[in-house]
């Protein structure tokens, strides 16, 4: 019985999270819940401006079930400075270096993806050939 009501909760908190990013809508950044696994997110971004101009980008957002960071994954790979080169990975803890479940949410991430496209940060970059152009 315990594991069905702690199921029930972590269901609550991912639709409640959802619909947090309905009030905090990202412009031109799209994500929805997959139907096999509440906590894998599928996104899409599509940029107008910017040196990335015309781009559609395609992640992934992986929920943890502890609800800290979540990662989020782009495929294919985007040629980005915060962008990990092998594995597709943005480094979000470089953004919010100290998750707070309770603080931080899925909208932020959003925003995060869609900033780093147009304030492109070269300092801590994971591809570094990518800082370098």
């Keep these: 019985m315990n ?3 702690d199921t029930c ?3 609550y908190k991912i639709h409640a999270e959802y619909q947090q990013l309905l009030k905090h ?3 031109n950044v799209y994500v929805i819940p997959s139907a096999n696994s509440s906590f894998i997110w599928y996104g899409v971004i599509f940029l107008h401006q910017g040196m990335y101009e015309g781009g ?3 992640f992934t957002l992986f929920i943890p079930e502890n609800f800290d960071c979540p990662r989020v994954v782009f495929n294919p790979i985007v040629f980005h400075p915060l962008i990990n ?3 597709g990975e943005l480094d979000i803890k470089q953004y919010i270096p100290n998750w707070k479940r309770n603080i931080h949410h899925i909208y932020h991430v959003l925003f995060y993806i869609k900033e780093i496209f147009f304030q492109i940060e070269t300092k801590n970059s994971l591809n570094k050939e990518a800082a370098h152009l």
């Design 3 to 5: 594991s069905n009501y």
């Design 25 to 27: 809508q990202v412009p």
């Design 9 to 11: 909760i972590t269901e």
């Design 85 to 87: 080169i092998e594995t």
């Design 56 to 58: 559609i980008f395609r």
